[in-house]
């Protein structure tokens, strides 16, 4: 029985270490960070200094040995911390790039994508990172900074700083234009106490347990107090639902005449509905200027963004179907916008139901 409750507290406490590890970090990142800079072009010292701090300390010079070994002052200073390494400016490919506005939301990725073009190097053998220069609304166009930084020229200063215990080296790489650009490597992991953290959690835990048991015990007494309630909702649901099922049912004259009155509204209703479908099924960068019906099918002219967008979006919202555009679509004078003309047949509502 021990045995077993040894087991049982022994997972709970690596449960626990998996958040506590998480806050840990947290922590860490909002202490303060390390500058550090390759003291000369053959990258043979470190210049290391605190970003932040009450009291300013002289810059300590790290001589990189070929052992990788780091010394104790190196290891007080950095003490777990992010560093950001500055590097000589020939160390860095620069690139320039322009990318339309609409690719701001996308562009890390779209930079990863075009590396094997803008770095002479393969893409396992650098680091890369990327800055907005510019971005100019008339144009439409961002400009951005990309800085290619080869491993080798940097392997021995970032094996000196993780042998130290960095929790993680952001690289500084010198751009022609403005401010440098910061090129990011792999977070190293920090072995720290996460002793007191992990018993806070404990205690959030049992917490939440006993509250857990407590709502349990109280459940059946807020059902019974409820069950009434409940009973008076199901009542009025039913109710709502035959309503609903009253006013679905198409509607039948029992003359010629007064059929033929309701076949004439069930058209004009169908309309409506056809332009209400419409008015859902577009995107919002899209709009219509002009909407005819002729023989069970729907005209729309309008304006778009995206045409192939308008015509994916008919068929994907179950109103519309065989849709396809008329004519080539005409480029509009503000040159972003483009004018189209598309035929569709709606399945337009007739009496609460689909035709």
Same mark, same amino acid.
């Not at 005449?257 to 209400?276: F, H, R, T, V, Y």
């Given at each position: 029985m021990a045995s077993h409750f040894t087991a049982a507290i022994r997972g709970m406490d690596d449960w626990i270490a998996g958040p506590a590890s998480l806050l840990d970090e947290f922590v860490r990142a909002k202490s303060s960070g390390v500058v550090a800079r390759v003291a000369d072009d053959d990258g043979s010292a470190l210049e290391i200094e605190q970003a932040t701090g009450r009291k300013p300390s002289?810059? @300590? @010079? *790290?001589? &990189?040995?070929?052992?990788?070994?780091?010394?104790g002052a190196l290891r007080t200073a950095l003490n777990g911390k992010t560093v950001l390494l500055?590097?000589?400016?020939?160390?860095? &490919?620069a690139r320039r790039i322009e990318?339309?506005?609409?690719?701001?939301?996308?562009?890390e990725g779209i930079v990863a994508s075009r590396m094997g073009a803008l770095s002479?190097?393969? +893409?396992?053998?650098?680091? !890369?990172?990327?800055?907005?220069?510019?971005?100019?609304?008339?144009a439409r166009q961002i400009t951005v900074a990309v800085a290619i930084v080869a491993k080798s020229r940097v392997a021995a200063a970032l094996a000196c700083l993780n042998a130290a215990e960095a929790r993680q080296v952001v690289i500084s790489a010198p751009f022609p234009e403005g401010e440098a650009v910061q090129?990011?490597?792999?977070?190293?992991?920090?072995?720290?106490?996460?002793?007191?953290?992990? !018993?806070?959690?404990?205690?959030?835990?049992? *917490?939440?347990?006993?509250? +857990? *048991?407590?709502a349990l015990a109280a459940r059946p007494m807020v059902q019974n107090s409820y069950?009434?309630?409940? +009973?008076a909702v199901e009542i009025r649901a039913e109710k709502a639902r035959q309503a609903i099922a009253l006013?679905?049912?198409?509607?039948?004259?029992?003359?010629?005449?007064?059929?033929?009155?309701?076949? &004439?509204?069930?058209?004009?209703?169908?309309?409506?509905? +056809?332009?209400?479908? @419409?008015a859902e099924a577009l995107p919002t960068h899209s709009y219509a200027i002009e909407v005819s019906f002729a023989n069970g099918r729907m005209r729309l002219s309008g304006r778009t963004m995206d045409l192939p967008e308008v015509l994916t979006a008919l068929e994907s919202s179950g109103r519309f179907e065989?849709?396809?555009?008329?004519?080539?679509a005409l480029r509009g004078e503000d040159g972003v916008t483009s004018e189209f003309e598309i035929d569709t047949r709606p399945l337009i509502r007739t009496g609460g139901s689909l035709r």
């Open positions: 002289a810059p @300590l @010079l *790290v001589p &990189i040995s070929p052992d990788m070994q780091a010394s500055g590097i000589p400016a020939r160390w860095v &490919i990318m339309p506005i609409e690719a701001a939301s996308h562009l002479p190097l393969p +893409a396992s053998d650098i680091y !890369f990172g990327h800055r907005v220069l510019g971005i100019s609304r008339e090129v990011s490597t792999q977070r190293q992991r920090v072995a720290s106490t996460r002793g007191r953290i992990k !018993f806070v959690l404990a205690g959030v835990l049992g *917490v939440s347990l006993v509250a +857990a *048991v407590t069950a009434e309630r409940r +009973a006013a679905a049912t198409p509607d039948k004259a029992d003359t010629a005449p007064e059929q033929e009155a309701l076949n &004439i509204k069930d058209d004009a209703i169908s309309a409506l509905g +056809a332009l209400d479908d @419409l065989d849709s396809k555009l008329v004519g080539p």
